[in-house]
Structures are given as structure tokens and as C-alpha cells.
């Protein structure tokens, strides 16, 4: 199975590129955010306890992510892979999703880091809220979000690196562009 981890910066592209890998490569797509939207739509427990964290620009803690990856990952039958968008955030997360990878005898193949300078951040994240009315893109909480990205999930590069699973995309240019890339990436694997 191919599983790949695509990270970045909130707004650096990662949901966009992930629809181009699922339909190239026949994956299945795990979008924490779009799982955690659900749940919080929903009315959910899960919802309206992600919520408050969410509405002040914190991440959910790792033991309710984990679980609800596994489900996820568990439900997809004769899969050719998975991408993992917005997870793992942290190292421990990142510890765990091998451990539970691992535990199904699978790995992550790669990941896929965005990269995409800040300034360039704010302004994807503005029109997206603006086009979208996703209440988490408003100028304070991207604030905060990029502040939580920078100490709690940037290290997951040097961890990655370590694992020998880390590869460097520019998220900057033509979605094209940047696709080709991923898919040179991918396709060497």
C-alpha cells in the first residue's frame, strides 16, 4: 500500500494536491479536518469537544485523533493506500500513526511537505473564509493557527528526515506545477 503523509501549513495546498493524488493513484483520502467538520456538524460528542479547541486555534488532543484515524483507516477495504492530510500534527502523533500502521503491518511510504512562505499563507487562508465561510479562516485564528503549525507541528520535518520519509515540495506556483512534482516524488517510491 501506498501511504502518504501531505503536510504543510494550513492554507499551503494539502486538500487541493490530495484530490489530485486520490484520483491518479485510486487512494483514499483521511482529512482530519474534514472528519473533525463532520463530527462538529454532526453534534457529536467528539464535535463539540473538537469545537472548543478549534475555536481557539488549538489542536485536538492525540488519543481522540488516533481513534478516529484508526475507524477510518480500518473501514477502507482492498485499499491501494491512504493519504493522511492534516496528520500527524505532532511527534507524538506521528509516533503513534507508525505504531498503528505498523500494528496492520503497513508504513508511511513518504511525506509530502508544502511549502509555502507565510505571507502567501495569510492570504490563501483570507479568501479561502471569505469564499468558503469557514469560520476558522479569520485573520486572528490563521494567526494563531500558524503560530501552533510553527512550535508544535514543524518539527514532524526533522522527524521525517530521521525516518528517511521526508520530501521538500514547493507549494509555491501553478497547481500543476506543484502536482507535477508530488507525482515525480510519488512516482519513484
Known amino acids: 500500500m501506498l501511504n502518504i503523509v501531505i503536510f504543510g501549513a494550513p492554507g499551503s495546498g494539502k486538500g487541493t494536491q490530495s484530490a489530485r493524488l486520490v484520483e491518479k493513484y485510486g487512494l483514499n483520502h ?8 463532520a463530527e462538529i456538524k454532526n453534534g457529536t460528542e467528539l464535535g463539540k469537544t473538537a469545537k472548543g479547541y478549534i475555536d481557539n486555534g488549538q489542536l485536538i488532543p492525540d488519543e481522540l485523533m ?24 505532532t511527534i507524538a502523533q506521528a509516533e503513534a500513526l507508525k505504531k498503528m500502521l505498523n500494528e496492520r503491518g503497513q508504513e508511511v511510504s513518504i511525506m509530502l511537505d508544502l511549502e509555502v512562505p507565510e505571507d502567501e499563507l495569510m ?20 494567526k494563531k493557527r500558524l ?26 506556483g501553478t497547481m500543476d506545477g506543484i502536482f507535477a512534482a508530488i507525482s515525480e516524488s510519488v512516482d519513484k517510491l
Open 147 to 172: 503560530a501552533v503549525y510553527h512550535s508544535q507541528t514543524a518539527p514532524l520535518i526533522d522527524w521525517y528526515k530521521n525516518d528517511g520519509k521526508y520530501c521538500y515540495i514547493n507549494g509555491l
Open 123 to 142: 492570504v490563501r487562508l483570507i479568501k479561502r473564509g471569505q469564499e468558503s465561510g469557514r469560520a476558522d479562516d479569520n485573520e486572528e485564528t490563521i
Open 66 to 89: 488516533i481513534d478516529i484515524l484508526a475507524n477510518v483507516f480500518d473501514s477502507f477495504k482492498n485499499s491501494k493506500g491512504v493519504i493522511f492530510d492534516g496528520f500527524p500534527r
Open 30 to 37: 483521511i482529512s482530519t479536518g474534514d472528519v473533525l467538520r
